[in-house]
C-alpha cells in the first residue's frame, strides 16, 4: 500500500529543471535548495545584450545557474574576488514593482540596495540547480 501511495504522488509531481520565479512559493523553493545562498560566490558572469548569466559555485551541494532577462540592472563590484571577499553569506530575491531583485544579503529590501551594493535586478529570472 505504501509503495502504491508513493507511485501516485510521484506520478503527479511535475519536475522542472529550469523554474521561473514567478511567485513567494518559487522564493522559498529556490532559497531552500541552494541553502539561503550561503558559501556561494559568483563563478561566471557573461551579459548579453539585456539578459544576464550567473553561475554560483560553493553552495552547500550544488552549483546554480541563473538566467535574468529584461530591463537587467546589477553591481557586482563588491564581490570583485581580486579586490574583496567573494563569498556570500546569504542572499534575498524579492519580486517588487514588476521586478525580481536577487540581493546579496539576508533579510535584504529593495531600499537596502546602494552603490557598491551586490544586487541584480530584470524582469524576469529562472535558475537551474546543478548537483556536486
Not at 2 to 24: G, H, M, T, V
Not at 66 to 90: C, I, K, N, Q
Not at 98 to 118: H, M, P, Q, R, S
Request: aromatic content about 16%.
Amino acid at each position: 500500500d505504501l509503495l502504491n501511495k508513493c507511485i501516485e504522488l510521484d506520478r503527479n509531481y511535475a519536475f522542472i529543471e529550469y523554474p521561473e520565479i514567478l511567485s513567494e512559493r518559487d522564493i522559498k523553493n529556490l532559497d531552500w535548495s541552494v541553502g539561503g545562498f550561503h558559501d556561494g560566490r559568483i563563478e561566471k558572469l557573461e551579459e548579453n545584450n539585456d539578459s544576464l548569466y550567473l553561475l554560483f559555485s560553493d553552495l552547500w551541494g550544488c552549483k546554480l545557474e541563473v538566467w535574468f532577462e529584461g530591463d537587467v540592472e546589477y553591481d557586482a563590484s563588491s564581490r570583485d574576488p581580486d579586490l574583496y571577499d567573494p563569498y556570500w553569506y546569504g542572499g534575498t530575491v524579492i519580486i517588487q514593482d514588476g521586478f525580481i531583485y536577487l540581493i546579496d544579503d539576508d533579510n535584504a529590501t529593495v531600499e537596502d540596495i546602494y552603490k557598491g551594493w551586490c544586487y541584480f535586478k530584470a524582469r524576469k529570472m529562472k535558475y537551474h540547480i546543478i548537483p556536486t
